[in-house]
C-alpha cells in the first residue's frame, strides 16, 4: 500500500497523535488526534522505517496547513494566494487525490485557532531537527510567499517567527530569503502562471549560487556543490521528505545545475 494509501487506511492514526494528527484528521475527516503513542513519547535519534513514515506525514501536513496560515497572513486570503497555493502543488505534480488532501490542509491552516507553534513544536521533534529537512521546508514556504509577486511584511514576520520555533537561525533564513528570491528570478520555473518581461540574467545566477560575481572559480563550485548536496532529492527522502515531493527537490537540483552552467559558459566567453 502507498504512503498515501495507508494515511487514508488510518494506519497513522495509531502514531500520529498531537496537533499534527488533529490537522491531517480534520483534513481528512479522521480522528488521528486520539493515537495511542503522543509527541510526549518521542525521544532520542534514532530513526528507522517507522520513523521515516511519521516524519513523511508530519512533512507533508505541516507544508501545507502552515503554508495556508502564511497566506492568512495579513488577514484574508487573496485568489492570488489561492491560486499560488495551486500552483506549488502543480510543481510538486501531486496526484489528484494527494493534491485535494493537500487543499484540505491549506484550508485547515486558514482557520482562526490554526495551533501554529503547537504544529511547529511537534514537527521539530518529529524531524529530529534535522536541518536539512527544516530547511527544504523553510525553502517550500519561502517559494510559495515569493510565488505571488508580493511578499509582504506581515509574511516575513510570521516566517521569522516559524524560524524561531523551529529553532532555524534568521541569520540563515534571510540567507535563503536570498537564494529563493534569486532563483525565483532565474529559474523559468515559474513563467508559465507569472510571465516576466526580461529573461533570468548572469547577476541572478550568481544569486542563485549565493556568490558575488568576484568569486574564484573554486568558491563558485564549491557553492554549487553544496548546494547539489543539501538539494539532493535521494538524500531528502532518506532524512523524511515524502517521496511524492520528490518533484520540487528535483526541480531545485536543475536550477542549481542551470545557474552554475550560466556562469561556467560566461566565464569561458570572457577568457
Request: aromatic residues 8%; contains cysteine.
Amino acid at each position: 500500500m502507498s504512503w498515501l494509501g495507508k494515511i487514508l487506511g488510518g494506519t497513522f492514526g495509531f502514531f500520529m497523535g498531537g496537533p499534527l494528527g488533529a490537522v491531517l484528521g480534520a483534513a481528512l475527516g479522521h480522528q488521528f488526534d486520539k493515537g495511542v503513542e503522543g509527541i510526549d513519547r518521542l525521544g532520542g535519534d534514532g530513526f528507522n522505517l517507522g520513523d521515516q513514515a511519521r516524519v513523511q506525514t508530519a512533512f507533508f501536513t505541516a507544508t501545507f496547513s502552515v503554508m495556508g496560515h502564511i497566506a492568512k497572513a495579513d488577514g484574508h486570503v487573496s485568489p492570488k494566494e489561492i491560486e499560488m497555493a495551486k500552483a506549488v502543488m502543480s510543481k510538486m505534480e501531486l496526484s489528484p487525490e494527494l493534491r485535494k488532501t493537500a487543499i484540505n490542509l491549506f484550508n485547515e491552516g486558514k482557520k482562526e485557532g490554526f495551533p501554529l507553534d503547537a504544529a511547529l513544536e511537534q514537527f521539530r521533534k518529529e524531524c529530529h531537527r534535522r536541518s536539512t529537512l527544516i530547511q527544504m521546508f523553510i525553502e517550500i514556504q519561502l517559494q510559495a510567499a515569493f510565488a505571488d509577486g508580493d511578499f509582504d511584511d506581515s509574511e516575513e514576520a510570521l516566517l521569522l517567527h516559524i524560524c524561531d520555533q523551529l529553532g532555524f537561525s534568521r541569520y540563515s533564513f534571510q540567507r535563503i530569503k536570498a537564494l529563493v528570491e534569486a532563483q525565483q528570478r532565474f529559474s523559468s520555473s515559474w513563467q508559465n502562471n507569472h510571465p516576466r518581461s526580461q529573461g533570468p540574467t548572469l547577476s541572478d545566477a550568481y544569486q542563485s549560487l549565493g556568490q558575488k560575481e568576484s568569486a574564484s572559480d573554486a568558491e563558485v563550485k564549491k557553492a554549487y556543490r553544496r548546494l547539489m548536496s543539501q538539494h539532493h532529492p535521494d538524500k531528502l527522502v532518506s532524512k523524511g521528505l515524502p517521496e511524492e515531493m520528490m518533484k520540487i527537490a528535483t526541480e531545485k537540483t536543475k536550477e542549481i545545475q542551470k545557474a552554475y552552467e550560466t556562469i561556467r559558459e560566461a566565464r569561458k566567453s570572457a577568457q
